[in-house]
């Protein structure tokens, strides 16, 4: 049988405990500043509380409207196909209903004049808390039907 011994130096033990705490503070740093579970929202948050900020958002993309209807909604705990593929399209915006589950919003739908068909169009803001979190824009009829990003209108001038 043999046994194998260590001396140390308390300076040696000290220093490499100091070490290896470096490191873990070092490694919980970079885990918390990189996690898989970054929010994933527009670039800055979009204050829509008051009529005024909608009004102003809607005419910063060009769009001209008229008929604002209010509406208060609960974002579902769980998606459903249909809230997946509007999620889908909402995160090309950079909103991502996933962090609102559960919760109450505002949808604020608006009539749109000025889109180049004839058809009735409407755009949606989602609101939660005064921030914009979700907006589209849609044509609800069963024939020429369509759901898409509310974008800058380029057909404005």
């Given at each position: 049988m043999r046994v194998l011994t260590f001396k140390a130096k308390p300076k040696a033990i000290?220093?490499?405990?100091?070490?290896?705490?470096?490191?873990?503070?070092i490694l919980?740093?970079?885990?918390?500043?990189?996690?898989?579970?970054?929010?994933?929202?527009?670039?800055?948050p979009i204050s829509c509380a008051t009529k005024e900020q909608r009004d102003e958002y809607l005419s910063s993309l060009g769009w001209e409207y008229s008929a604002e209807s209010e509406k208060e909604i609960t974002i579902p705990e769980k998606f459903n196909e249909v809230y997946e593929n509007y999620n889908s399209t909402l995160k090309k915006q950079g909103f991502d209903l996933e962090n609102?589950?559960?919760?109450?919003?505002t949808l604020y739908t608006y009539n749109i004049?000025?889109?180049n068909s004839t058809d009735e169009i409407i755009a949606d803001l989602i609101v939660c808390d005064g921030v914009l979190i979700g907006a589209d824009l849609c044509?609800?009829?069963?024939?020429n039907g369509f759901l898409k990003a509310l974008e800058k209108n380029n057909a404005a001038t």
């Open positions: 000290f220093g490499a405990i100091l070490a290896v705490t470096g490191l873990i503070v919980l740093t970079f885990v918390s500043n990189h996690s898989s579970k970054a929010e994933q929202t527009s670039s800055s609102y589950r559960g919760k109450t919003a004049s000025n889109y044509n609800p009829s069963a024939e």
